[in-house]
């Protein structure tokens, strides 16, 4: 037996490029040259997945033998006591990213290969279209698909839209206010205008983003119906996931929900009693390619595909992750896609390029994207307090973002 390459060294890179603080994971071997990159992005507690990865992880892992990933990614999760959970599922997703990457690299093949091959050349995407007014949202729609999307999520005036009128208590604390029976109107009249537009051949995507009363999120799935929305995304907040029952009795509006889950009894009754028509996952916050291997595989089962996580809060190096899952499990739906800055693609050299609504991978091994560190040193992560998390009802009741 040859000796086994081991863990020499793990390093977290945290670097800011854009709007979003990132967190990188490289995974160094024993093998000269030979290195692995991960997405570890929670980038609203970017430093405290820093630290569970730095004080807890390396210490437990430096030495392991590299190839195996399964080992790793089980005794890491359990390791603890205490599972599950988005610092420690992030955490242990870079680390279980770069593995695969490293793996990848080692057989000379795409992780996409590694997990039993290509079943597409391109992975679907869709983009955002928000705007501040129904036409403005209609004519950034049309410019995606003079560009070649066949894909929209459409939204107006951010999550939860803006109150033509909100009229606040005395005193009332500052924070992202919205009134959810105004969204509720004011969505239907924007999706309604924007189809009437763009025509019934584009596919239409919304995201109420949790921002409704679960009858309320029924009223308007079933309002929506008529639309023929590709999907309506998080109508429900995870804490809520048993009123999808009602809303599939209800209304052939498909669904999809997931980017807040990450533990197995969130996703698993969902998918058995066919409640959702997408998965879609925040890949590191449900601890990497490992677990959403098995996740694509246990849906697929139940006819429930994928649409992971993909706005500009996953990095690079996640958007390289989701592509190698989209292009080989058969179950795959769509994937959601930002609009990478010219900086990214500096600092991630081998980032996807979409063309033509397609988002093609460089079929170099592993994950195929790397990191100038030189360039993420540059750009350190800002501290901030987030804003529009503070989301609250007129009355000033937080609420969730
Ligand atoms: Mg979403």
């Known amino acids: 037996m040859p000796k086994p390459i081991t863990i020499e060294d793990i390093k977290v890179i945290l670097t800011q490029p854009g709007k979003s603080r990132l967190c ?38 430096l030495g392991r033998d590299v190839e195996r990933i399964e080992e790793i ?16 599922n992030n955490a242990i997703s870079g680390v279980d990213q770069a593995l695969w990457d490293i793996k990848g690299k080692r057989a000379g093949m ?3 290969v590694l997990l039993g ?20 949202v209609a004519d950034k729609a049309l410019a995606y698909m003079e560009q070649g999307f066949r894909y929209i999520r459409v939204q107006l005036g951010g999550y939860g839209g803006q109150a033509s009128q909100l009229i606040k208590p005395r ?31 584009v596919e239409l995507l919304h995201d109420i983003h949790e921002r409704l009363a679960p009858i309320h999120a029924l009223e308007f799935a079933k309002d929506v119906e008529g639309f023929k929305l590709f999907f309506l995304e998080d109508a429900l907040a995870p804490e809520d996931i ?23 009894h969130e996703w698993q009754l969902l ?22 291997r098995n996740v694509a595989i246990f849906a697929d089962m139940y006819g429930v595909r994928t649409a992971w996580h993909g706005p500009g809060d996953t990095s690079p190096v996640g958007h390289a992750a989701n592509l190698q899952l989209d292009l080989w499990h058969p179950n795959f739906g769509i994937q959601e896609w930002y609009q990478p ?40 992560c800002q501290d901030i307090v987030e804003e529009w998390t503070q989301a609250r009802l007129p009355d000033g009741t937080p609420v969730r973002p």
Request: aromatic share 10%.
């Open 117 to 136: 091959g290509k079943l597409r050349e391109g992975a679907n995407v869709y983009v955002h279209a928000d705007g501040g007014s129904k036409e403005e």
């Open 24 to 61: 990188i994971v490289k995974v160094i071997t024993s093998e000269p040259g030979l290195y692995g990159l991960g997405c570890a992005t929670f980038t609203q507690r970017i430093f405290a997945v820093a630290a569970a990865i730095e004080r807890h992880l390396k210490p437990f892992l």
């Open 341 to 380: 800055s010219s900086l990214d693609y500096e600092m991630f050299p081998g980032l996807p390029v979409v063309e033509d609504g397609y988002l093609y991978p460089n079929d170099e091994p592993g994950l195929g994207i790397d990191l100038d560190e030189r360039l993420a040193a540059k750009y350190p």
């Open 171 to 201: 005193n009332a604390p500052p924070g992202a206010y919205y009134d959810p029976r105004d969204y509720c109107r004011n969505m239907l009249e924007m999706i309604a205008h924007v189809r009437d537009q763009v025509g019934e051949e």
């Open 271 to 292: 998918i058995q009693e066919r409640l959702i028509d997408f998965i879609r996952m925040h890949i590191s916050q449900m601890g990497g390619i490992t677990p959403a």
């Open 73 to 88: 990614w089980r005794m890491s999760m359990v390791h603890g006591y205490w599972r599950n959970g988005p610092v420690l």
């Open 110 to 112: 795409p992780v996409c």
């Open 242 to 264: 048993h009123w999808f029952r009602h809303i599939r009795g209800q209304c052939a509006t498909p669904l999809a929900m997931g980017e807040l889950f990450n533990n197995p």
